[in-house]
Structure formats: C-alpha cells, structure tokens
C-alpha cells in the first residue's frame, strides 16, 4: 500500500509540473517546415518564366492589333494626308494621322491629333522593350529624334524595299516578334 500511494504522489507530482508546451523543437520538426518552405518557393519560382512569357505574348499581340490598327487609321483619313504613324516611345507608343496643313494645295503635312496612347504598366508590363529594324522605321512627325512604324494612305507599310520587316519585343532575356509583310501590311506574331 505504501508503495502504491508512493507512485501515485510521483504521477501526481509528475503530472503537475507539466504544462503542456513542448519542451523544444525536434530535427524532424525543422526539417518539415524547410521542406515545405522549399516547395512553396519552386513553385513560385517556376512560375515566373511563365508570367514573363504571358506579359511578352500580351505586348506582342497588342502591337500586332495597334499596327493593324494605325493601317485602318491611314486608310480612314486617306483624304486628310498621306500617312498614319504609330510613334514609339520609351514608356510606350502613340497612333496618329499626318494631316496636310493646306487640304486644298495638299502640302505641308503635320502630325494630327492623337488616336490613341499606349502606356507601359497600364496596357502592358513595365520593362518590355519594342525595337524595329533598322530599315521598318522611319522619324516619327512629331517628333524625328523617335522612330515610327508608318502605313502610307494606301494602306501599305512605307518600307524601303518589298521584304517583310519586324519589331522585336523584349522582356527580361526573352523576346518575341512581330512581322510586317510589305504589300498588304498584314502582320503576325512570331517567336
């Protein structure tokens, strides 16, 4: 009996000091929550190529659109001036018609009123570069120090020779192209 009492006043004794925390934390413990940190950051690594990839794609096919768009712009205003231009800058890109000064006379041509203004960050990513070769641009009216893709009022691209050009996209090492056929003016995006 005595013994009996003895070992029920250690459980007592034992069961009183304890409170419940553990008392520290076990390799095991740490190796499952670095497991898990590792998981969580590979997929959000791999992740990332594919977020540039879908910026790239969607500043592509928005130039792809603005192009044809620029193409219908000279055609419209074909009585207005010779030419529409989409003037690139470097946070983006404008759409506008070239006006003559004299409609009657037809002469002294001059940048008129903007259609439309493309801005990096709000209609695509910050960061993504356009560069046209060196034989699809021209100066832009508004300004000669940018380059412009210019469609005459024909509807065709105003390009120095009858082979397709293209403006180059770029995001963070990747890039994508936009080509321009010389005829027609029709225009797709390539890798």
Not at 17 to 46: K, M, Q
Not at 82 to 98: S, T
């Amino acid at each position: 009996m005595r013994a009996a009492r003895r070992a029920a006043f250690r459980l007592a004794r034992t069961a009183t000091r304890w409170n419940g925390a553990p008392a520290g934390t076990t390799i095991i413990e740490y190796a499952v929550a670095l497991a898990i940190v590792a998981i969580v950051l590979s997929l959000a690594f791999g992740w990332q190529g594919s977020i540039t990839k879908r910026r790239l794609q969607n500043a592509a096919y928005l130039l792809e659109g603005d192009l044809r768009f620029t193409q219908q712009t000279a055609v419209a205003h074909a009585g207005a001036g010779p030419q529409a231009e989409l003037c690139l800058r470097p946070d983006g890109y404008d759409i506008y018609p070239v006006v003559y000064q004299d409609p009657i006379g037809r002469t002294s041509p001059a940048a008129g009123g903007t259609i439309k203004r493309v801005n990096a960050g709000a209609e695509y990513a910050n960061g993504i570069q356009f560069t046209p070769d060196a034989s699809a641009a021209s100066a832009c009216t508004v300004d000669p120090s940018r380059q412009a893709i210019v469609f005459l009022a024909t509807g065709t691209p105003k390009f120095p020779d009858t082979t397709s050009h293209s403006v180059g996209v770029a995001l963070g090492g990747r890039s994508m192209t936009v080509i321009i056929q010389p005829t027609t003016g029709m225009t797709a995006v390539g890798p």
